[in-house]
């Protein structure tokens, strides 16, 4: 029989959204690096999706946190796909905030694409 010494308890800010939670968070990859953060429950829907958008496009490297490299590779197939369009939005604003500061490479993202510009790509 085991024996509890005492209550458990871990308590952590999401790296996404910025809400305090207790227990288990999720790995934040590839939006950030696994090794520095967590995420909520909610905020890794937002993970998981791009995850699965890195290996829809045939990135065999999905788990690693998003660079500009792998930016401008999201850019290039929202431009032949439009329901991938979401995702460079949200990296746009996701990279631009400034309380994000685990991310990788987090200076000088000036090939960023504004909401508005989505319109002009074929």
């Known amino acids: ?7 458990w308890r871990n308590t952590w ?6 809400e305090e939670h207790e227990g288990w968070g999720s790995n934040p990859a590839p ?3 696994y090794n520095s953060a967590l995420v909520c429950p909610e905020c890794n829907q ?25 930016y401008g590779k999201i850019k ?13 939005e949200f990296l746009d604003e996701y990279f631009k905030n400034p309380l994000i500061s685990k991310i990788t490479d987090p200076v000088d993202y000036g090939d960023l694409v504004e909401a508005d ?6």
């Open 117 to 122: 510009e989505l319109d002009d790509i074929a």
């Open 13 to 18: 800010k999401c790296a996404l959204c910025g």
């Open 31 to 33: 939006l950030l690096d």
């Open 1 to 7: 029989m085991s024996k509890m010494i005492g209550k």
């Open 76 to 88: 290039k197939y929202a431009k032949k796909h439009k329901d991938a369009r979401p995702y460079v």
């Open 46 to 70: 937002i993970v998981v999706a791009f995850r699965m958008l890195l290996i829809r496009m045939g990135e065999k490297n999905w788990y690693k946190t998003i660079d500009r490299s792998m």
